[in-house]
C-alpha cells in the first residue's frame, strides 16, 4: 500500500482559508487518482474533491468554488487549497490515493471551523 501523510490541518474563523498537503510515499504519477475526503462527526465519510491521472478534477457540489485540489508531481504531494469556510466544513480530512484497484488512506487530519 500506498503511504499517505496528511498536514496542514487546524482551526479557522468562518470565511478564512486552510491549506491540506498529503504526501506520498511514491510517484503520484503512477496513481489512477488521489482525492480528499471527509468525515464529520454522526456522519459518513464523502469524497470532497479528487485529481485523476490525467489531471481531470472533481469537486462535491458542497465546495465547488471554494475549494481546489492540485497534484504537484515532483513533490509527491497533493493538496487542498480550501477558502471560505464554513462551519459544516468541520470535519476530519483524510487523503486517498487509488493504485491498481487498491485504496490508502491517510491517518486524517482535523478542520475545525469556529469563531
Known amino acids: 500500500q500506498v503511504q499517505l501523510v496528511e498536514s496542514g490541518g487546524g482551526l479557522v474563523q468562518p470565511g478564512g482559508s486552510l491549506r491540506l498537503s498529503c504526501v506520498a510515499s511514491?510517484?503520484?504519477?503512477?496513481?489512477?487518482?488521489m482525492g480528499w475526503f471527509r468525515q464529520a462527526p454522526g456522519k459518513q465519510r464523502e469524497l470532497v474533491a479528487g485529481?485523476?491521472?490525467?489531471?481531470?478534477?472533481y469537486y462535491a457540489d458542497s465546495v465547488k468554488g471554494r475549494f481546489t485540489v492540485s497534484g504537484d508531481n515532483a513533490k509527491n504531494t497533493v493538496d487542498l487549497q480550501m477558502s471560505s469556510l464554513k462551519p459544516e466544513d468541520t470535519a476530519v480530512y483524510y487523503c486517498?490515493?487509488?493504485?491498481?484497484?487498491?485504496?490508502?488512506w491517510g491517518q486524517g487530519i482535523q478542520v475545525t471551523v469556529s469563531s
Open positions: 486517498a490515493a487509488d493504485l491498481q484497484g487498491v485504496r490508502s
Open positions: 485529481i485523476t491521472q490525467t489531471g481531470s478534477t
Open positions: 511514491e510517484s503520484i504519477f503512477n496513481m489512477n487518482a
